[in-house]
């Protein structure tokens, strides 16, 4: 493809030169194989790269697409061209000379489907606003941080922070050896429940306990804390949280604070947080990494966690515990056939349909791909054959529709227990794996018990690729 305009005189072939001339962002048209056949002249000004050296790459990806970003840009084309989907995503193009610059992207299939379009505009400039951002927000955090240090040390400098302290979102109360209020700020009265105009400076305490027992969830354990932890103690107190009746969770801490000869008190410096979104973002982050993101289920590493808590409490009590490792028969063909979407509904429905017949002392975790595992406590032999029965039933009852057909997937499952088959957790989890083995090569859609006994090594036969892909199904 030539490029530049022609000699030729041809109005629109100018008009639309001048077009791409002018667009400030980046258009580029790929063809059905991923080469590039147009890109606007803007993509010198970005990168240093003109469009003649952009077509005449034998890798466009591999000139102007950051190495960190380039594999990722790759498989993001591949799945707009084979499947359809447009795809949005940053990524940082290379300038000549070295540097980079980041761009918001846009890929769609052309309409008639012959290739790719992409649109992308320069953010450069936002993202640096946001590393700016950041770095202002952590100097903040320490520069906030240090004001704190500097208010309990030093009661003297209460007034000349009082002003500091009412912007700040951490509630401040002082109380005197009579226990009268001395100071509060904002958010003091705003975390009490209290409107913001009340001025409680030269308030007994038993008026503040007043409005903490309207307000807190359990008032009579709140005021015990105070007597029995608090008063007893001489210097700072440990964090204490409590729930409040609105469900906000708030932390305080307290701290005596001396008088210049260091023999008498002056009062008490108490100051409260409100976590309540703190403590909702750590147990969201929490989920996150114990979970599985599509089925909601316990993930490996909550499975490995509760295999060792539940056998090391097993031993101590010298109790029993069941493991069931299931798999789908017949999942691969339906996501090869369907593809992972459909895959996917299985794995739901299928999740959705087990849990339903797990009692409330059991978990059930999804342990990879199409595999599951049923941890049990105080299981017998008939009991976890029993539920291996239900579990079966379940699975093989649910019909999923994907193109007009009617498709069904059934379990093979494995059992195993502790401590007849097994006493650690690793051999427990490869005597329930080489059962349910024997379940897929014995036919499928079929409950089998380990064999092994304890101190038994696993007798795994050494699969053939063909054997492998016949459980993978």
Not at 8 to 30: M, R, S, T, W, Y
Not at 57 to 80: G, I, Y
């Amino acid at each position: 493809m030539k490029w530049g305009r022609k000699p030729v005189a041809n109005p629109e072939a100018d008009l639309l030169g001048e077009i791409a001339e002018g667009v400030h962002g980046i258009e580029a048209v790929f063809d059905a194989a991923g080469r590039l056949r147009w890109i606007s002249p803007s993509i010198e000004r970005l990168t240093g790269f003109a469009p003649g050296e952009c077509a005449a790459a034998p890798d466009l990806l591999e000139l102007l697409v950051h190495e960190s970003d380039r594999e990722f840009c790759r498989r993001m084309m591949t799945q707009v061209l084979s499947g359809g989907l447009p795809q949005d995503f940053e990524l940082r193009l290379a300038r000549r000379g070295g540097g980079s610059v980041w761009v918001a992207t846009h890929w769609r299939r052309r309409a008639d489907g012959a290739g790719l379009r992409l649109s992308a505009e320069d953010i450069q400039a936002r993202k640096e606003t946001e590393y700016t951002l950041l770095e202002t927000v952590a100097e903040l955090r320490r520069a906030q941080a240090l004001r704190e240090h500097y208010l309990l040390r030093s009661n003297d400098e209460r007034q000349r922070l009082a002003a500091l302290l009412n912007l700040i979102r951490l509630g401040i109360l002082f109380i005197d050896h009579d226990r009268r209020v001395l100071y509060h700020n904002r958010a003091m009265l705003e975390i009490w429940g209290y409107p913001p105009e009340t001025q409680l400076v030269g308030c007994r305490e038993a008026v503040l306990r007043d409005q903490a027992a309207a307000v807190l969830a359990d008032p009579p354990a709140y005021f015990e804390h105070i007597e029995r932890t608090v008063r007893g103690s001489r210097g700072e107190s440990e964090e204490h949280e409590v729930l409040f009746a609105d469900g906000r969770i708030v932390t305080d801490r307290s701290a005596v604070v001396p008088g210049g000869d260091d023999m008498r008190r002056i009062g008490r410096l108490w100051i409260y947080e409100d976590v309540t979104a703190a403590r909702r973002i750590s147990d969201r982050l929490l989920e996150l990494a114990e979970r599985d993101e599509l089925t909601g289920l316990y993930n490996r590493r909550r499975f490995q966690e509760e295999l060792e808590r539940m056998l090391a409490d097993a031993a101590r009590r010298d109790a029993e515990v069941g493991l069931l490792a299931f798999d789908l028969d017949g999942f691969k063909p339906v996501n090869d056939t369907y593809g992972h979407q459909a895959g996917d509904e299985v794995l739901v429905g299928i999740a959705q349909a087990v849990g339903r017949i797990v009692r409330r002392n059991e978990m059930f975790f999804r342990v990879g791909g199409d595999e599951f595992a049923l941890l049990v406590p105080a299981s017998t032999s008939p009991g976890l054959l029993e539920l291996a029965h239900r579990l079966g039933e379940a699975v093989g009852e649910l019909r999923f529709s994907f193109a007009g057909n009617t498709v069904g997937v059934t379990a093979s499952v494995g059992i195993a227990r502790f401590p007849e088959n097994a006493l650690g957790a690793e051999s427990l989890v490869a005597a329930a794996d080489e059962a349910l083995y024997l379940s897929k090569s014995e036919g499928r859609n079929r409950a089998t018990v380990s064999a092994r006994h304890c101190g038994e090594s696993a007798r795994m036969p050494a699969s053939s690729s063909d054997e492998r892909d016949s459980r993978e199904d």
